[in-house]
């Protein structure tokens, strides 16, 4: 679809999701952040997305981006929470993951 991913990270992850949700869920995913530390930050962005996928099929560039920012209208704070805690990623693979692209990163970079 060619969304560029860091138009909703970047506000989610400043703001530690505190505009994205009501702020019992809010209060919730800090106390799994201070427990579990940041993966827990990109599991909600990852159910988000993934809960998402049904709704936005088909769907145009500028209907997925406003409906992504409004993912709240159809997808339960509940169900996202539910997603988060029975998400498989850990802290290890995150890492991982996270270390690869910044490879990558350096690498394209250096290439310039």
């Not at 998402?52 to 997808?75: A, V, W």
Request: hydrophobic share 45%.
């Amino acid at each position: 679809m060619g969304i560029d991913t860091e138009m909703f990270l970047i506000e989610w992850f400043y703001t530690m999701f505190g505009r994205a949700f009501t702020l019992p869920i809010v209060l919730r995913l800090w106390d799994l952040f201070v427990y579990h530390g940041e993966v827990v930050f990109y599991r909600v962005a990852l159910a988000i997305f993934e809960l998402s996928q049904e709704h936005l099929k088909g769907k145009g560039y500028e209907t997925c981006i406003s409906s992504i920012k409004g993912f709240s209208q159809f997808i339960k704070e509940q169900k996202i929470l539910e997603a988060v805690v029975q998400s498989k990623l850990t802290a290890e693979k995150l890492h991982v993951v996270l270390n690869r692209v910044g490879s990558c990163t350096k690498a394209l970079n250096d290439d310039n």
